[in-house]
């Protein structure tokens, strides 16, 4: 094992402030702009967007975990609140009676269309008007290395 701990430049260490620094500034603002529509956070969008474009509108738990940022066992306890407030449903395999499939109701297509109108503005207003078409593609692309 080499005794050099490798050292990162100050571009790099400055790109990791800058990435992480407007990582939370933003989710701060969309959370802030969601909570003033009076509506739920960005995690349940999360979910019910991963839902919606699923082939039959349903996932297994750990699919929607690979999906979103959620760890495990918060996402076990959104999907119990989703369930409760009727936007998703569970269901059993037909083939494994102990595996369960996770299921966007008709509810949860509703509030996440609604909270989509929320989100593009917010996206649009913090976001968008900010970069010229290219820069938005110049940092998707760069962004992109590190997916």
């Known amino acids: 094992m080499s005794d050099k701990t490798p050292t990162p430049s100050e571009a790099a ?55 979103t940022l959620l760890a495990q066992y918060n996402l076990s306890r959104l999907v119990d609140r989703l369930e409760r407030e009727g936007l998703v449903r569970r269901e059993t395999f037909d083939e494994d009676a102990r595996g369960r499939w996770v299921l966007i109701t008709d509810a949860g297509l509703q509030l996440r269309e609604r909270m989509w109108v929320v989100y593009a503005k917010s996206i649009e207003t913090h976001i968008g008007c900010k970069l010229a078409e290219n820069e938005a593609n110049t940092i998707t692309d760069l962004l992109a290395r590190f997916l």
Do not use: Q
């Open 13 to 67: 260490t400055s790109a990791w402030i800058h990435i992480m620094r407007a990582r939370d500034r933003l989710l701060a603002a969309i959370e802030t702009d969601f909570k003033a529509a009076k509506m739920p956070p960005l995690s349940w969008y999360d979910v019910l967007w991963e839902l919606a474009r699923a082939k039959g509108g349903r996932l297994r738990p750990y699919e929607i975990e690979e999906r």
